[in-house]
Structures are given as structure tokens and as C-alpha cells.
């Protein structure tokens, strides 16, 4: 089985990768020695684990039973890059081009975000809502990969799917993962803090938005992977405006929602009490501040 070793020095990585060819098996122990000195090691044997079905096509459990297979040496060049990039702290989600989300494997590069588990928990609660009912318009707004819209299309085939952003590099990373996919949803870019763009948008059943909501002040909490390579558009608002974002799709969702429409926000943990009580002065009914798998306040509901 795959396992992990003692570090090995860049220098060493540099030259086994330039001058031999590796087997699977020593490929991953290289990765995971590569890396030890800046992850734990389950994360860094997580990472090696991406890297090598990148490089491979190959699952695990194909890796395990054919662990002495030599990698080409296409393969052992794009091996000793991935490390490279690894120990510049690059995430590896960038590295290989692609991360998972419910279910499907959606290309990403520093354009967008990049997914995270808890923005699952997230569409599957709005799956779980819209059981039973067929032809809603749904709207994401901030879509970044398409991750949000292009789930919510695969599990409800009939539901009419529009999506928006400002930046042409996340509208142009989406439209590719909807053409992967072969999933119609319509992607426009807009600014999602202008009134008068947000006005010429149709009415909808459902409002979806996994905004930036992290304040300036918090980047010194952050890993430095996130701060140096995911774009900092979709992550940051000022401290004296932690809100913006939240305000604006909701006026612009006031406006927009059919009777009975509901607005779903991902939120910052810090700012729960805070959204739910701008819900409830623009007059949103039943507003609901729900947990993640990890006990956070991350998710809020609110229908018209």
C-alpha cells in the first residue's frame, strides 16, 4: 500500500524526477516527502493521492494493485512540476486543473474558488426544499466555477438555471464545466453591487448566492495558499461593510422572487446573528440560520 516516508529535500526531488524514471508506488512516497514539512500527514497524503490520479488516470485502488507500473516520462516531468508547485504552497486543486463537487469533477484554475464542502451542504439543502416541485427559475449570483448552478441542473433537470459574474475568467471556467457536463444553464456577467444591472433581471423561485464575506481584517488567519493563489474578488469585503454583498442580493431578491421564494445564503460563521437580523428588517419571512458538518453557523434560508 501507498505510504508515506521521511521528507525529502526539493534538491533530491528535482534530480530523481529529472534523471529516473519512478514506479507509482515511489511517485506517491516522493509527494508526500516533498510536502511533509508544510502539511500534517493525512492532508499531504491526501494531496499526493490527487496529484497521482491526475497523473495516472487511475483510482487507489488501481494505484495499489498496480503500484510498481513506471510512470512514463511525460508523466515524471508533470510529477516534478506538481512538486514544484506544491512546495510554492500552489493548491493542488490548481495544480491538477480540477476538484470534485457533489459529484461531478469541475475544472478550476485561479479564476475562481475553489469549491468547498460545506457549499454542498448548501445545495443539498435547496435539493431536499424543491422535491415535488417542477419548473422553478433559479438564479445564482457570484457563481465563480458554476459549482452551485451546475449541481442544482443535475439534480433538478427541469428547473430553469441562470447564472452571474463579474469576472469574464470565472464566467469562461463555468460555461466550460456546464459544456462537461452538458447542463443548460444560462451564465451572464453582472455586477451583482449595481442596482441598475440587477433590475433587468427576470423574476425567479429561488435565489442562490455564496458571496465574498470575508473581511480584510481576517486574512491574517488564513492559510497561505488561499491569500496567495485564490482570487481575492471573490473573497474579501471591506471591515466597515462586512454585509455588502448580503444587502444587495437581498434588495435585489425582494424585487425578484416569485410569492412564496425563498433567498439561500453560504455565510460568513462570524456574521449569523448579523445576516439573519438584515433579513428580517427587508421584511424576508421564516428566516432560518442553519449549521454545517463542522457545527458552524454557515447557511441561511429566507422566503418571501
Same mark, same amino acid.
Given at each position: 500500500?501507498?505510504? !508515506? ?7 533530491q ?7 529516473f524514471?519512478?514506479t507509482i508506488?515511489?511517485?506517491f512516497t516522493y509527494?508526500?516527502?516533498a510536502?511533509?514539512?508544510l502539511y ?7 494531496? !499526493?493521492h ?7 488516470g ?6 495499489i ?11 515524471n ?5 506538481a512538486?514544484?508547485a ?6 493542488v486543486?490548481?495544480?491538477t486543473g480540477?476538484?470534485?463537487?457533489y459529484?461531478?469533477?469541475l475544472? /478550476?484554475?485561479?479564476?475562481v474558488?475553489?469549491p468547498?464542502?460545506e457549499?454542498?451542504e448548501?445545495v443539498e439543502?435547496m /435539493?431536499n426544499d ?11 449570483v @457570484?457563481t @465563480?466555477?458554476?459549482?452551485?448552478p +451546475?449541481a442544482?441542473k ?6 430553469? /438555471?441562470m447564472?452571474i ?5 470565472? +464566467?469562461?471556467v463555468?460555461?466550460?464545466n456546464a459544456?462537461?457536463?452538458k447542463?443548460d /444553464?444560462?451564465?451572464?456577467q453582472?455586477?451583482a453591487l449595481?442596482? =441598475? ?7 425567479f423561485?429561488?435565489?442562490?448566492s455564496?458571496?465574498?464575506y470575508?473581511?480584510q481584517s481576517?486574512?491574517?488567519g488564513?492559510?497561505?495558499?488561499? +491569500? ?7 473573497l474579501f469585503?471591506p ?5 455588502l454583498?448580503?444587502?444587495?442580493i !437581498?434588495?435585489?431578491a425582494?424585487?425578484k422572487?416569485k410569492?412564496?421564494?425563498a +433567498?439561500?445564503f ?6 449569523g446573528?448579523?445576516?439573519v437580523?438584515? =433579513?428580517k ?6 428566516v432560518i =440560520? ?8 454557515r447557511?441561511?434560508k429566507?422566503?418571501?
Amino acid at each position: 500500500m501507498e505510504s !508515506a516516508t521521511s521528507p525529502v529535500c526539493s534538491f533530491q526531488i528535482h534530480h530523481i524526477a529529472k534523471f529516473f524514471i519512478l514506479t507509482i508506488q515511489t511517485a506517491f512516497t516522493y509527494i508526500t516527502g516533498a510536502i511533509g514539512d508544510l502539511y500534517e500527514e493525512r492532508e499531504a497524503a491526501n494531496i !499526493a493521492h490527487i496529484v497521482m490520479e491526475s497523473l495516472t488516470g487511475m483510482s487507489k485502488l488501481d494505484r495499489i494493485v498496480n503500484k510498481t507500473n513506471l510512470l512514463t516520462p511525460e508523466q515524471n516531468q508533470r510529477l516534478k512540476a506538481a512538486i514544484e508547485a506544491l512546495l510554492r504552497k500552489e493548491p493542488v486543486q490548481y495544480i491538477t486543473g480540477s476538484t470534485w463537487f457533489y459529484g461531478m469533477e469541475l475544472n /478550476v484554475n485561479n479564476q475562481v474558488l475553489i469549491p468547498r464542502p460545506e457549499t454542498e451542504e448548501l445545495v443539498e439543502w435547496m /435539493v431536499n426544499d424543491a422535491t415535488g416541485r417542477s419548473g422553478l427559475k433559479i438564479l445564482d449570483v @457570484g457563481t @465563480g466555477s458554476g459549482a452551485i448552478p +451546475l449541481a442544482l441542473k443535475r439534480s433538478l433537470p427541469d428547473a430553469a /438555471v441562470m447564472a452571474i459574474d463579474i469576472s469574464p475568467g470565472a +464566467l469562461e471556467v463555468a460555461s466550460g464545466n456546464a459544456a462537461k457536463w452538458k447542463l443548460d /444553464v444560462h451564465f451572464q456577467q453582472m455586477d451583482a453591487l449595481d442596482p =441598475l444591472q440587477l433590475a433587468t433581471l427576470p423574476n425567479f423561485d429561488l435565489v442562490v448566492s455564496n458571496p465574498p464575506y470575508i473581511t480584510q481584517s481576517e486574512k491574517t488567519g488564513m492559510q497561505e495558499q488561499v +491569500l496567495a493563489y485564490e482570487p481575492s474578488l471573490a473573497l474579501f469585503v471591506p471591515d466597515n461593510d462586512p454585509l455588502l454583498f448580503y444587502r444587495h442580493i !437581498a434588495q435585489m431578491a425582494q424585487q425578484k422572487l416569485k410569492a412564496g421564494g425563498a +433567498l439561500y445564503f453560504e455565510i460568513n460563521e462570524a456574521l449569523g446573528k448579523e445576516v439573519v437580523e438584515l =433579513l428580517k428588517a427587508l421584511q424576508f419571512k421564516e428566516v432560518i =440560520l442553519k449549521q454545517d458538518m463542522f457545527g458552524k453557523d454557515r447557511m441561511i434560508k429566507a422566503s418571501i
